[in-house]
């Protein structure tokens, strides 16, 4: 009898605990199913660090601001430095898909890298959100692709326009010799000639570690009016030093471009050789609206510096997300993300922006800006706005 007793009280224990057990597991897999992973790709590292950098902070802001939770599922980010190596964003794409089993891939900090993602996107039928990479042709690349940073023909064919209709008569161009170089001056070569305008120098520059100086004496002989530059973030500054240390800022050359050349990241040390460059491009720190004034503030309370165009592509990038999941209620399958994110439509610290329903690329404002220096410090001061640009690389097609 005591030994039947025993007996039973044991198996009710076993089966009390079992069914705890159970109940553990059950609890444990419904918070996993709670989490959606966001396996962001940057480069933290080498040449374009200061555009990891930027989104990387910009994604914390935002969730520090808006929490780590949308839709009753919590935010999980997993950080990759691909230090801009495509053959490294391919190899985690894959790793975070397939292992990790993320919801969403994002950031990208240069064509090559968003374009090596593109076909895994495709195949995993996971949306591959494109924070900082510019070329035209990337979001042709899977359907799965949506852009929140620009496309450089957004912003060269307008400051060719300009440059046509301001007194310029003779260009040089000065471009980093890859895929955006490429959209870059296409478009401006076509604006600008189409308005009466003469190129009368052109010289591309590797896109790693480039040494300007060899380039900027044949850019003096050449005496043309303006200097049409694009660079991609980061290396701005290093271009701005050697056009100095060249006398380029005294033989009355005016330096134009889409706006990357004078990151707002940047443009502080540049020193007073940037004043008077006119570029165009889609945000300005010195943005006018309040929306901008706090991001601006709120960046510089947490991070210590100012934040520039790549970390308003990581604000927005990520927001999409949230707004997208929001829509959904919940639902992050890559079909109901990527049409909840279409034709989505928000005000951006850059100004208000959406994403174009068929491209899936950001439709925004684009401002010519000229640097002075406001209160001690250089900012790309707006003083004219065209607005809801869409991508003129792609319309034309
Ligand atoms: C790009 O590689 O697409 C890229 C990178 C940095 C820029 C612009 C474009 O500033």
Do not use: C
Not at 382 to 396: H, I, L, M, Q, S
């Amino acid at each position: 009898m005591r030994i039947g007793k025993k007996r039973i009280g044991e198996s009710m224990l076993l089966r009390a605990a079992a069914v705890a057990l159970l109940g553990a597991a059950s609890t444990l897999a419904a918070q996993a199913q709670e989490t959606v992973k966001v396996g962001l790709i940057l480069p933290m590292t080498g040449g374009q660090a200061s555009t990891g950098k930027q989104i990387d902070n910009a994604i914390k802001l935002y969730m520090k601001q808006h929490g780590d939770s949308v839709a009753g599922k919590k935010i999980e980010i997993i950080l990759k430095d691909d230090a801009a190596v495509p053959d490294n964003t391919k190899r985690f794409a894959q790793e975070l898909i397939v292992n990790d089993k993320v919801a969403v891939i994002a950031g990208f900090g240069i064509t090559p890298a968003a374009l090596a993602a593109a076909p895994l996107a495709t195949q995993a039928k996971v949306p591959e959100i494109v924070m900082a990479a510019g070329t035209s042709i990337i979001t042709e690349k899977s359907p799965y692709i949506v852009r929140t940073s620009f496309t450089l023909p957004q912003s060269s064919s307008i400051i060719g326009d300009w440059a046509a209709k301001n007194g310029i008569k003779k260009v040089a161009t000065l471009t980093s010799d890859y895929a955006p170089g490429n959209d870059a001056l296409a478009s401006f070569k076509e604006h600008f000639t189409a308005g009466g305008g003469q190129i009368v120098e052109e010289i591309k520059v590797p896109l790693a570690n480039p040494d300007f100086a060899p380039f900027l004496q044949r850019m003096k002989d050449a005496k043309p009016d303006a200097m049409f530059v694009f660079v991609p973030a980061g290396q701005g500054g290093n271009f701005m030093k050697q056009f100095a240390e060249r006398g380029l800022d005294k033989s009355g050359i005016k330096v134009i471009g889409p706006g990357d050349v004078m990151d707002d990241d940047l443009l502080n040390g540049m020193g007073d050789t940037a004043i008077g460059a006119v570029t165009a491009h889609i945000y300005s720190a010195a943005h006018p609206s309040q929306m901008n004034k706090d991001f601006v503030a709120a960046y510089k309370k947490e991070f210590g510096s100012r934040p520039g165009f790549m970390a308003v592509g990581g604000y927005d990038g990520i927001h999409l997300l949230y707004e997208a999941i929001k829509k959904t209620g919940g639902k992050v399958d890559g079909d109901s993300l990527i049409a909840a994110m279409k034709g989505m439509a928000w005000e951006s610290p850059r100004g208000p922006i959406s994403i174009d329903p068929e491209t899936r690329d950001i439709v925004q404002n684009v401002y010519i800006r000229k640097v002075e220096k406001v209160d001690g410090e250089l900012y790309n001061m707006e003083f004219e706005t065209f607005k809801d640009v869409k991508d003129p690389g792609k319309t034309k097609k």
